[in-house]
C-alpha cells in the first residue's frame, strides 16, 4: 500500500494552504502516496481559488475516512479557522492553529495511523503570540513526540546536510558542539542518508573554525570534540571523514561528489550552501523522530500570501521525499 503523507498547512496568513494545493494538482503524487490534508477546509478551498485549481475537497474527521481519490483532496478538518482570516498579518489565531494542525500529525504519526507528516510553513512569531514557545518546527516535534536525540537534515539540488546545532545564536553554539552531540549527530546522518538510499553512506564532518582549526591555531573546537567525535564514529565502523575545512567540504560533497551527507556544526553553516544551490527545491527533514517529517525549507512567504504566485516546488519535493522514505522503511 501506498504509504499515508499527514500534510499540515501551516500559518493559514501566509502561502502554505496555496503551495499545498498546486502540489497536488500534480497526479504523481497520488501515484506515490495517499495525501491526507491536516487543517481548515474552508482555509483550503479559500486558497485553492486563489490559485486558480478546481481541487474539491472533503472533511473527515478520523484517517479511515480518507477516500485519497485525485482531484478530491480528504482534509482532516479541525475547523480552527475563520475563512476571512487576513493575508500576511502576525495572527496568534493562525499561530494557534498552527500548532494545532503539527500537534495532530504528530498524534496520528505517533499512533501510525499515517506513515509521515508533511509539514507547511508556520510563523514563529505568531506561534508564540499564541502562547507556544519554541524556535519552530523541530523543537515542537521533538518534544510532543518526547524526542531528546534530533537533528536537522535539509536536502536539495546535490547537497544534503545536517545540523549539530540549529536555532541558537552563534555564541552558544559554539559552547554546544560537544563529542557527544557531534557523535550522535554522524550516527543520525548515516540513518538519514540510508533511508535515500546511499548505502553504505559517506559522511563528512565539516570544521566548525576557518581551516577546521589550523591545528588549534584558530580555535580549539576541533581537537577537543570534533577530532575526537569522528574518531569514536570511524571506530563503530560509520564511513567519515573529518573534519573537513568548511570553505571546501560543500564544494567536495556537492560538485566532486565525494561525501553523500555533511554533518554540519552551526544553522548558517549548512543552510547558506544548500539554499545557494537548492533553493527552489530544499526540503527540511527532522532526523532521530519514531517517525518520518519532511517539510518546505522557507517560511511562510507573506510578500505573496493571498496572490497565488508562490513556489511551490518546495512543498512537492517535500511530499515527495517523505513519501520516498516511508516507502523504504
Do not use: W
Amino acid at each position: 500500500m501506498k504509504p499515508i503523507i499527514g500534510i499540515t498547512i501551516g500559518d493559514a496568513t501566509g502561502a502554505g494552504p496555496e503551495i499545498i494545493v498546486k502540489s497536488l494538482e500534480d497526479k504523481g503524487v497520488y501515484d506515490v502516496c495517499r495525501p491526507l490534508i491536516i487543517g481548515d477546509r474552508g482555509i483550503m478551498e479559500r486558497a485553492a481559488g486563489i490559485v486558480n485549481i478546481p481541487l474539491k475537497f472533503r472533511s473527515i474527521q478520523k484517517v479511515s475516512e480518507a477516500e485519497y481519490a485525485y482531484g478530491v483532496v480528504d482534509v482532516l478538518d479541525l475547523k480552527n479557522l475563520p475563512v476571512d482570516l487576513p493575508f500576511a498579518k502576525v495572527d496568534a489565531r493562525a499561530g494557534k492553529a498552527a500548532y494545532e494542525y503539527v500537534a495532530k500529525g504528530i498524534e496520528l504519526a505517533m499512533n501510525k495511523e499515517i506513515d509521515a507528516i508533511a509539514t507547511g510553513p508556520l510563523h514563529k512569531e505568531a506561534l508564540n503570540a499564541a502562547g507556544y514557545h519554541y524556535p519552530g518546527h523541530t523543537e515542537i516535534l521533538g518534544t510532543l513526540s518526547n524526542t531528546k536525540d534530533y537533528a536537522m537534515m535539509l536536502t536539495g539540488g546535490p547537497l544534503r546536510v545536517i545540523h549539530v546545532t540549529t536555532h541558537v545564536s552563534i555564541r552558544k553554539a559554539c559552547d554546544l558542539i560537544k563529542k557527544e552531540r557531534v557523535l550522535r549527530v554522524i550516527k543520525l546522518a548515516d540513518q538519514a542518508a540510508r533511508q535515500l538510499g546511499f548505502v553504505p553512506p559517506r559522511i563528512a564532518v565539516a570544521g566548525l573554525n576557518p581551516h577546521a582549526g589550523e591545528g588549534g591555531l584558530f580555535g580549539s573546537e576541533e581537537i577537543d570534540e570534533i577530532i575526537p567525535a569522528v574518531e569514536e564514529a570511524k571506530k563503530l565502523g560509520y564511513n567519515v571523514t573529518g573534519p573537513v575545512a568548511p570553505d571546501t567540504v560543500f564544494h567536495r560533497a556537492a560538485i566532486k561528489g565525494h561525501f553523500d551527507i555533511v554533518v554540519v556544526m552551526y544553522h548558517d553553516q549548512g543552510h547558506i550552501p544548500l539554499k545557494v544551490l537548492g533553493f527552489e527545491e530544499g526540503v527540511n527533514v527532522t532526523v532521530g523522530l519514531p517517525f518520518i517529517r519532511t517539510s518546505v525549507d522557507h517560511g511562510t512567504v507573506f510578500g505573496k500570501a493571498g496572490k497565488g504566485t508562490a513556489d511551490s516546488r518546495s512543498m512537492s519535493e517535500a511530499i515527495y521525499l517523505a513519501a520516498k522514505m516511508a516507502s523504504q522503511k
